[in-house]
């Protein structure tokens, strides 16, 4: 039984098996040009993602709860983190072309120009939060008239 | 979403926990992830619907790699020692003509559509990556690792794709092997993934009432969002990515709603040519000097010798007409343009293939790129919609279409229709 325990189940020691023979033999292909710089690529990837980038965006988050907390608005979190989160998506999705990373590579080979990205990217990201903002202001006005209209006995 | 801070304590009791790994404070303790969202529900739905589409894009990955027909020359293939991972390998058909354009433009927008969920579906297991002890039994040391190429080479996947298609050539080689055989490592792990946990996932789903597992915090702090919320604010991410990059798969209005796509927006000129252009003449090093009526001419061989045509030669010769898309690997397409030139496999007859149009392998005037050299064949030669085109929408080809000639294959990856052709050599390759 012990022996069990510490080796684990034989069907997932096959199925990994067989899972690290077939990324082998792709990866033997991955790696032989530039091996490290793919190593540290794939490797990377994965730190950068677990290790910075969550934090950073779970640490903005607490942030904003926390200052929402602070005048006792934790309700509005939704209000700030939608806005900020799909902005700051678009942004990391498209942040070669919005930051004019590859603008002169961009303009010659397409012939289109590269300096609207961040023009729509900015408009994009103020919609978003105008959008947000407008919603907040409805459903404050909304709460404020359901709280006229109820008698103040309630109270 | 995020973790609440840790308060207070008495100095002393701190010290006693500096080192216990229990200490909700270090990331290795389950009170120290206090989202009330993380649990068995969450976690499921987001995996369930990266296992739909992440088969989506390995397949449709797959069928892109096939359009390019590696197997027919080398100048073709960039993953020369794919050994057996090119066992499914067919003969690319030209029927019907948008396949290409539809399997690229759903590999593409899909990929960008499912980076939120990505993202979210990490972010809910997080908590794992810090669990004690690191291995609990060989089967989970050896999963932990598998684990490593399914996140490395997830993301390694989406951000080469991502980048590529912004023509950010910043990766560590050349991006059809890198993209290639990264696929095969990153769904060699995700097999086993799903294998190992799909069954779980399942029961998660339909059982009902209170959630317990390991993702589940012991302190959760107070809710800001259900979890159900959550799942429409990742929904509200994947719609507005797929909103802004799907139109670069279209014309006209439709275009201009993508509006971060690399080819979305507008058209890079109006008229007949005013459509959109992968590689300029000016990128490609293409002059008007070599491009001149007096300096150009169009080498064809065969198995009757070689013959030399001057562009007014060609445009003598029967014309006809197809409509055809340009559809790029970088998943942007356009709609059906209007191409009038000579059929191939009329200028296979030219040089003594009369009824067995055999491949051609194509040659530019570009001295550098990628795929300056491309074959097509039998079946694309003996198309009657393949042409080598001399006009596009009424007009004469402009410079950025390939002027003075260009090939327009149907269901062709973009590259393929070579531009400013010089010389075609038909044979079987």
């Known amino acids: 039984m012990r022996d069990r325990v510490v080796i684990g189940s034989p069907l997932h020691l096959l199925v990994l098996c067989c899972s690290f023979a077939l990324a082998a033999y792709a990866g033997v292909r991955l790696l032989a040009g530039d091996w490290l710089g793919v190593a540290l690529w794939v490797v990377g990837a994965a730190v950068l993602h677990d290790l910075v980038l969550l934090p950073l965006y779970a640490a903005a988050d607490r942030a904003v709860v926390r200052g929402l907390d602070g005048i006792r608005r934790r309700e509005w979190a939704m209000y700030v983190r939608v806005p900020a989160a799909l902005s700051g998506l678009l942004l990391l999705v498209w942040f070669p072309l919005i930051s004019s990373m590859v603008e002169a590579r961009y303009r010659s080979a397409t012939g289109l120009p590269p300096e609207v990205f961040l023009t729509r990217w900015l408009l994009i990201t103020a919609a978003l939060f105008g959008g947000s903002a407008l919603l907040l202001a409805m459903r404050l006005l909304l709460l404020r008239r359901a709280a006229k209209r109820r008698p103040p006995a309630v109270h | 979403m995020g973790r609440a801070p840790v308060r207070g304590g008495f100095a002393a009791y701190r010290r006693l926990m500096r080192d216990d790994p229990r200490d909700p404070r270090l990331p290795t303790s389950p009170g120290f992830w206090r989202s009330p969202l993380r649990g068995p529900w969450f976690t499921s739905v987001l995996g369930l619907v990266l296992l739909a589409g992440v088969t989506v894009l390995f397949l449709t990955g797959l069928v892109s790699y096939a359009a390019y ?165 990742v929904g509200s991410g994947s719609l507005l990515l797929f909103a802004t990059t799907v139109g670069q798969n279209f014309g006209g209005p439709l275009r201009r709603t993508a509006l971060l796509a690399p080819h979305g927006g507008g058209e890079p000129g109006t008229g007949p040519n005013g459509f959109q252009i992968n590689k300029t003449a000016a990128y490609a090093g293409i002059g008007t000097a070599e491009t001149a009526d007096d300096a150009w001419r169009l080498v064809v061989t065969g198995r009757t010798g070689t013959v030399r045509l001057s562009r007014a030669r060609l445009a003598g010769l029967p014309l006809h007409s197809s409509a055809l898309p340009i559809a790029c690997v970088e998943g942007w397409s356009t709609p059906d343009q209007w191409w009038r030139g000579v059929r191939l496999r009329d200028l296979a007859a030219l040089v003594g293939y009369e009824d067995d149009p055999p491949d051609v392998f194509v040659e530019s005037l570009q001295r550098h790129g990628a795929f300056r050299k491309a074959a097509l064949r039998a079946n694309q030669v003996a198309d009657p919609r393949s042409l080598l085109a001399l006009y596009v929408n009424g007009e004469e080809l402009s410079p950025d279409h390939g002027y003075p000639a260009r090939i327009i294959v149907p269901a062709a990856p973009g590259v393929l229709n070579t531009k400013w052709v010089a010389r075609m050599t038909f044979g079987d390759l």
């Not at chain 2, 050896?142 to 190429?149: P, V």
């Not at chain 2, 910043?170 to 294998?195: D, E, I, T």
């Not at chain 2, 209170?210 to 993702?215: G, H």
């Open chain 2, 69 to 233: 027909n590696p197997d027919l020359s080398p100048v073709n293939d960039k993953t020369p020692g794919k050994g057996i991972l090119g066992f499914y390998l067919f003969a690319w058909p030209t029927d019907p003509p948008w396949l290409y354009r539809l399997n690229q433009g759903i590999h593409v927008t899909l990929g960008v559509t499912l980076i939120p969920v990505l993202l979210a579906k990490l972010w809910s297991v997080v908590p794992r990556l810090f669990a004690l002890p690191p291995a609990r039994s060989l089967a989970h040391a050896l999963e932990r690792i598998s684990l490593l190429l399914l996140v490395g080479g997830g993301l390694f996947e989406f951000v080469t794709g991502v980048l590529n298609v912004q023509l950010d050539y910043v990766f560590p080689g050349s991006f059809y092997p890198l993209h290639f055989y990264g696929a095969w490592v990153f769904f060699a792990a995700f097999v086993a993934h799903v294998l190992l946990k799909a069954p779980t996932a399942l029961r998660n789903l339909r059982q009902r009432g209170e959630e317990k597992n390991d993702l589940v915090s012991p302190r959760p702090a107070e809710p800001t969002v259900s979890r159900r919320g959550a799942l429409w604010f």
